[in-house]
């Protein structure tokens, strides 16, 4: 394998007593997507802020493309592209100024610039949009601007801090596909998101962490293997306690309530399935494990509010 782009050693980030990082190592492979997921709070976007030398660790170290943040600052920062979680979009001037601007924070020149802005634009599917200003654009618009501003100086490495979050599902899609290309051109992406269709739809790895610790790492698909049995059974619409409890227990490898709702993992649903076919009082679904249910075992069900 090629050497990462990105390496972070042990890192260790505290405020307080709280550890909001804790002796945290990954590395991104050139053209790969590696995810990192993890409840609100769990340490992802201060470990993005790490990589940008935004935020200095109180141990360990961020390596990229074989220089030292924050020592080469500078010289890191020219070969990556960044998508915050909120867009810091300029709303004075148009899509196209916005993305000229941006290049001469990098030294590009105004004439390599104006000459790049068309294809920036017509990669963000703005073409038609280009002397529109941020406040006239939908949002799904706003994140692709903000995407093709991450690109202006023809980055290796993409930083994307949940860049579809409060986008609708055409939206969505469209945001994918034009991260899937950038794949295809051999960049890398290291991404990190709540959607776990997302998360499983473009990342290579998954890295899950939680109280800033990681907890996980592999292929989405290696992760669903190692962690859970294959087979989930829904079942809801009738007493949970007694379904969770009752003889259909017995049928299942792993049982969580959640809500009205109980899961029933299995090495084999047939019995259960059978089971249930004789019960009218209640619905069921059957389906496979996926990264939801890989995200709740290794994370939990209750509700995390971001502080």
């Given at each position: 394998m090629?050497?990462?782009?990105?390496e972070c050693h042990?890192?260790?980030?505290?405020?307080?007593?709280?550890?909001?990082v804790?002796?945290?190592?990954f590395?991104?492979?050139?053209?790969?997507?590696l995810?990192?997921?993890g409840p609100?709070g769990?340490?992802?976007?201060?470990?993005?802020?790490m990589c940008?030398g935004?935020?200095?660790?109180?141990?360990g170290?961020?390596?990229?493309?074989?220089?030292r943040?924050?020592?080469?600052a500078?010289?890191?920062?020219?070969?990556?592209g960044?998508?915050?979680?909120?867009?810091?979009l300029?709303?004075?001037?148009?899509?196209?100024?916005n993305?000229?601007?941006?290049g001469r924070?990098?030294?590009?020149?105004?004439?390599?610039?104006?000459?790049?802005?068309?294809?920036?634009?017509?990669?963000a599917?703005?073409?038609?949009k280009a002397?529109?200003k941020?406040?006239?654009?939908?949002?799904?618009m706003?994140?692709?601007?903000?995407?093709?501003?991450?690109l202006?100086?023809d980055?290796r490495?993409?930083?994307l801090?949940?860049?579809?979050t409060?986008?609708?599902?055409?939206?969505?899609h469209?945001?994918?596909?034009r991260?899937q290309q950038l794949?295809?051109q051999?960049?890398?992406?290291l991404?990190?998101?709540?959607?776990?269709?997302?998360?499983?739809?473009?990342?290579?790895?998954l890295?899950?962490?939680?109280?800033?610790?990681?907890?996980?790492e592999?292929?989405?698909?290696e992760?669903?293997?190692?962690h859970?049995?294959p087979?989930?059974v829904e079942?809801?619409g009738?007493?949970?306690?007694a379904?969770?409890?009752?003889?259909?227990?017995?049928l299942a490898?792993r049982?969580?309530?959640s809500?009205e709702t109980?899961?029933f993992?299995t090495?084999?649903?047939a019995p259960l399935?059978?089971a249930?076919a004789?019960?009218?009082?209640?619905?069921?679904l059957?389906?496979p494990?996926n990264l939801?249910?890989?995200?709740?075992?290794?994370?939990?069900r209750?509700?995390?509010?971001?502080?």
């Open positions: 090629s050497a990462a782009y990105l042990q890192l260790v980030k505290r405020y307080g007593e709280t550890a909001v804790d002796d945290l190592s590395a991104i492979h050139p053209g790969e997507c995810g990192v997921i609100n769990a340490g992802k976007t201060t470990t993005l802020r940008l935004l935020t200095e660790p109180d141990a170290h961020v390596q990229a493309f074989g220089l943040m924050p020592q080469d500078h010289a890191i920062k020219a070969q990556i960044v998508v915050t979680q909120f867009d810091s300029d709303p004075d001037f148009s899509c196209a100024e993305l000229l601007v941006f924070y990098f030294g590009l020149k105004k004439s390599a610039m104006q000459a790049r802005i068309p294809g920036l634009l017509e990669f599917a703005l073409s038609h002397e529109a941020p406040g006239q654009l939908s949002g799904g706003r994140r692709r601007l903000s995407l093709a501003r991450a202006v100086n980055p490495l993409l930083l801090d949940e860049p579809t409060g986008l609708d599902p055409q939206a969505r469209l945001m994918w596909e991260l794949l295809q051999g960049k890398s992406i991404l990190t998101t709540h959607f776990m269709d997302e998360a499983e739809r473009l990342c290579d790895r890295l899950v962490i939680d109280h800033g610790r990681k907890i996980a592999g292929t989405p698909r992760l669903i293997a190692q859970l049995e087979d989930v079942v809801y009738g007493d949970t306690e379904l969770s409890t009752g003889p259909l227990r017995a490898s049982v969580e309530v809500g109980v899961f993992y090495q084999d649903a399935l059978q249930l004789h019960d009218h009082s209640v619905r069921s059957h389906r494990a939801e249910d890989l995200f709740l075992k290794l994370t939990g209750q509700i995390r509010e971001s502080s």
